[in-house]
């Protein structure tokens, strides 16, 4: 498995030049290379001044293709399977910036990388301390089927957590065994109607004959002396 970085930015933002950014910038998005990347982070203006040092401030933006699988998700064997269903982002306003929480949260768009068999969407932040996913500082903004929405008011590693829809194998049994038994009730009764269909026609021609024997004396046709 090989780890490219889709994108690496480092930028200095001047005081005078102060105004919420966001990564990647539209004139990346522009490049055929970034024409088809579509999660993002916003961050607000008071973000970069809290960040901001003596002459400017400096973001460090960073994402990488398959580190959704490097960083998965512990999955107890009572717990539901759970899998990163987005690419990682990193942003960082310097050294040890992660510890520090944030008066406005960063905005963040994560792209469903799975759209089927998936389900409970948690927007998450790397705990380096535990090592693992935790969704303390982040929440969800809005979510559809094929993107998600989140606010953190924590910056570092980024990313999309979803349970995993389990194929209940006895749902698809009886299932079948259901529609099988409505196919052969079904069968059934249009047999049945075949069948006494057939019986009342047979049972009308055998009077229509009767009807018209020869042999049979109309009542106008009989004397009596």
């Not at 055929?32 to 003596?54: H, Q």
């Not at 749902?171 to 075949?194: D, E, H, N, P, Y």
Request: a neutral charge; hydrophobic letters at 40%.
């Amino acid at each position: 498995m090989t780890f490219s970085v889709s994108v690496l930015t480092i930028r200095k933002i001047s005081f005078r030049n102060i105004r919420g950014t966001r990564f990647p910038s539209a004139a990346s998005l522009a490049t055929p290379v970034w024409k088809d990347y579509e999660d993002n982070i916003e961050i607000p203006a008071i973000v970069l001044m809290e960040s901001m040092g003596t002459e400017a401030a400096q973001v460090v933006f960073l994402s990488m293709r398959n580190m959704d699988k490097l960083l998965e998700p512990s999955t107890e064997k009572s717990q539901d399977m759970r899998i990163v269903n987005s690419q990682v982002m990193h942003l960082s306003f310097g050294e040890r910036s992660d510890l520090v929480r944030l008066q406005s949260p960063v905005r963040m768009m994560f792209r469903h990388q799975t759209v089927s068999d998936v389900n409970n969407p948690r927007c998450v932040l790397w705990d380096r301390g535990s090592e693992s996913w935790s969704p303390k500082f982040c929440e969800i903004v809005f979510s559809n089927s094929s993107h998600t929405g989140c606010e953190c008011s924590k910056v570092g590693s980024f990313g999309l957590l979803e349970d995993v829809v389990k194929k209940d194998s006895m749902a698809r049994t009886t299932f079948l065994v259901m529609v099988i038994v409505a196919v052969a009730v079904s069968t059934i009764v249009i047999i049945s109607v075949v069948l006494v269909a057939v019986y009342c026609y047979r049972i009308k021609v055998s009077n229509y004959d009767m009807d018209s024997s020869p042999c049979k004396t109309h009542p106008s046709q009989i004397h009596i002396y």
